[in-house]
């Protein structure tokens, strides 16, 4: 069975706020409320919503606050759903990183595809995101283990193929992953001459 989709709905305005939440519970997504910046924070200390659909202009507090809130904490994707459609309102929007943005007056036939969208557009951004962190920790591990093939081949007057098979191998027989027996090797490479460094300077 597929978990129905959390979303926080933030809007001042209590008759919006009902309507729009009771609607979007009978199209089938969990649904819980905030009337303000505030309630939505204490909201989200307890509910991990896989989106936030947020109105603008709600006191001297209002949804571009909440906005630069949620995307400081990089977990809740969020959308606007807002009167102000004026294209300095959207700009903002789109700088902050909203996933989506609607104009108010809008019906639940309207919305629902809306948020969908602004949640597939979530997902895309979340595995973007991660493919990112994936490629920046191998390229990290490949200069480690470049870094310490390089100190292999200098210590022991090896070719590059040779101080590359000299650490696969110790990893291997360590059943260790290269990378981490680069470190290793690196680690030691900066006590040596840590250690040089002292004597000299004494």
């Known amino acids: ?13 209590r008759l919006i706020l009902a309507t729009t939440s009771a609607g979007l519970r009978s199209a089938g997504y969990d649904v819980v409320e905030a009337r303000s910046v505030d309630d939505a924070l204490a909201v989200l200390d307890q509910f991990d919503p896989d989106l936030a659909l947020l109105d603008i202009r709600m006191g001297k507090v209002g949804g571009f606050d909440l906005a630069r809130r949620l ?9 606007f759903v807002s009167a102000y459609g004026d294209d300095a309102t959207v700009n903002e929007a789109t700088q902050l990183g909203a996933v989506g943005f609607l104009v108010k007056p809008i019906d639940i036939a309207q919305l629902v595809p809306g948020i969908e969208a602004a949640l597939a557009r979530a997902a895309d951004l979340a595995r973007l995101r991660s493919t990112g962190r994936q490629l920046e920790q191998a390229l990290d591990q490949d200069r480690g283990v470049s870094i310490a093939i390089g100190i292999l081949m200098e210590r022991h007057r090896l070719t590059r193929d040779e101080a590359f098979a000299r650490l696969r191998d110790t990893a291997r027989a360590q059943r260790r992953k290269m990378s981490d027996m680069a470190q290793t090797v690196v680690g030691a490479a900066d006590s040596l001459a840590a250690s040089a460094f002292v004597r000299t300077d004494a």
């Open 71 to 79: 995307r400081s904490g990089g977990q809740t994707p969020f959308m």
């Open 1 to 13: 069975m597929t978990r129905a989709r959390k979303l926080l709905v933030v809007d001042d305005d």
